[in-house]
């Protein structure tokens, strides 16, 4: 390491220590402060030149990785890493993207839902950046069959109906592991057009997409569901090639120090408060699902990184 660097990471971490301290209203520094800050200097050091490459959102896309790049953007300032983000050369369907993260080849980070073979497969940051929120689904509707779920109360009701989703994701398998009709596609764009030509009957979306995926699609013909949430235990976290494990190293330990000064929390509230208040989960109805997909090692205990409604 060089020295320079090192003066400037340490420099860097005492600046954390005493952010930290004032954050928790004590104008000392103490212990824990210091040694969280220190976690930054016992981390690879990132050559400035180093790309993290993202997947590349599809044109007409671009505002949904708006959050997690802010996110990582955020991880990366406090690692006072000096890592560029920069996209794909192409895009790429979710699937084809998290081969090519196992492989080390066009990519180096994929944001995802996890499951225990993702998990198997590539190295999860086990800090939720939805707060696990991906696991609160709310349903898009045709506008004509608006009141579609105004009388389901339980999962036996919702089994009377048929849910659309994508073939290679979790939620696929959640939801036929509770016995509920599902119809996929590989295609994303296709299941907006499957639920409009009623090839399925609604489609559950998690609380933080919904909104801003109604207003991108321009499909006046679908509209929101009012009266029911269905809710999962997951996590949507970074996942990195298990050949590149120091960015999974810099951006853990800038994930935690962005929780423990509280920007974390402050960039989610700026992306995500008005999709909270628009979905008003306290007052619709929730049917708990089992995930079978849940991987052990997910931080169930760490309360102050989940949301509670």
Known sequence: MRQDKLTTKFQQALADAQSLAVGHDNQMIEPQHLLLALLLIASPVLAADDVMRYPRAPAGDEFRPLYPLALLQLALDRAASDVRLEPSDYHME??????SLERGEAVDVVWTMTSIEREQRLLPVRIPL???????????????????LRDVH????????????GHDWPDTAILRHQGLPVETSSSYDSLFLMLRAERFDYFPRA??????????????D?????????????ALYFFFSP?????????RQGL?????DGSFDRLFQQHHADDLRRARLDQRR??????PLLPPHTPLQRRELWYHP
């Open 94 to 99: 979710q699937q084809r993207a998290l081969i």
């Open 130 to 148: 939805d707060k696990g929120l991906y696991g609160w689904r709310i349903a898009l509707l045709r506008a004509d069959r608006a009141q579609l």
């Open 154 to 165: 339980t999962l036996e009701d919702l089994r009377r109906l048929r849910a659309g989703q």
């Open 207 to 220: 609380v933080l997409e919904a909104n801003a995926e109604l207003q991108h699609m321009h499909m006046d």
């Open 222 to 234: 679908l509209t929101l569901d009012r009266h029911l949430v269905l809710h999962y235990p997951t």
């Open 243 to 251: 050949q590149k494990p120091q960015l999974a190293d810099a951006v």
């Open 256 to 260: 935690e120090l962005a929780l423990a």
């Open 286 to 291: 929730i049917i708990e699902l089992d995930n």
